[in-house]
């Protein structure tokens, strides 16, 4: 069964200083990855996402995330936070022949001033 | 991309009522799917809808609990019966439209739901 882990509960962060949130997963071939944000109140919004091909993905609102195949790793990352970047990250898997999400913990990111 | 409208927004029940909450496609759509997020915690999967036949329900999850329709491809209802407060979530709509290159999830507002 896939399984994803976001090993960081809550993050806090400065404004300005980067960013990075961790995301390993479990499957037997390599799955089809994707990062959402959920604002307070707010539904889920796509970041980003991996199927294939460049492991270098770049998503909406500066973030990007690497994915390392011999790590099972899919980490997110931004240069340089906002206070409006403040919200719950969800990191996300599905298998090629699959439809349906199984989705980590989540990582809860503070932006202090 | 698909948008879709879940409604309602919010709402606060009594316990021992039902809820029904509608998910509303703009286009026609392969996958719908409804999602459980308790209070803290991240997503989880309650059930596929299927156009036209019987929802596939995940573990832990039951249809007299949690009856879904899906008449067309662009619409959902989710009912949440028999409230406790154990079912104060939000409830989330989403839709997966896959081809041969690609694939995405969308998601809906969500639905907040408190049963007092």
């Known amino acids: 069964a896939q399984s994803v882990t976001q090993p960081d509960i809550h993050i806090t962060v400065s404004e300005g200083a980067s960013l990075e949130l961790r995301c390993n997963y479990s499957?037997?071939?390599?799955?089809?990855l994707f990062w959402y944000v959920q604002s307070p109140g707010q539904g889920l919004q796509l970041l980003l996402k991996y199927f294939s091909g460049d492991t270098l993905v770049q998503g909406i609102k500066g973030f990007e995330a690497e994915f390392k195949r011999s790590q099972s790793s899919f980490n997110l990352r931004k240069p340089s936070v906002h206070w409006s970047d403040a919200a719950e990250y969800f990191c996300?898997?599905?298998?090629?022949?699959?439809?349906?999400?199984?989705f980590g913990a989540g990582t809860t990111v503070t932006v202090r001033a | 991309s698909a948008v879709i409208s879940q409604k309602p927004s919010r709402d606060i029940c009594q316990r021992g009522t039902s809820l029904t909450i509608q998910c509303q496609v703009d286009s026609q759509v392969t996958m719908m799917f409804w999602y459980r997020q308790q209070p803290g915690q991240s997503l989880t999967l309650i059930a596929t809808a299927n156009q036209g036949s019987e929802a596939t329900y995940e573990s832990g999850f039951v249809i007299d609990k949690f009856p879904i329709s899906r008449p067309n491809l662009t619409f959902s209802t989710l009912t949440v019966s028999n409230l406790s407060p154990e079912d104060s979530s939000i409830y989330l709509c989403?839709?997966?439209?896959?081809?041969?290159?690609?694939?995405?999830?969308?998601f809906g507002q969500g639905t907040r739901l408190t049963v007092v």
């Open positions: 989403s839709v997966n439209n896959r081809d041969s290159l690609n694939t995405e999830a969308f």
């Open positions: 499957y037997g071939a390599t799955p089809y």
């Open positions: 996300a898997v599905v298998g090629p022949a699959d439809y349906k999400l199984s």
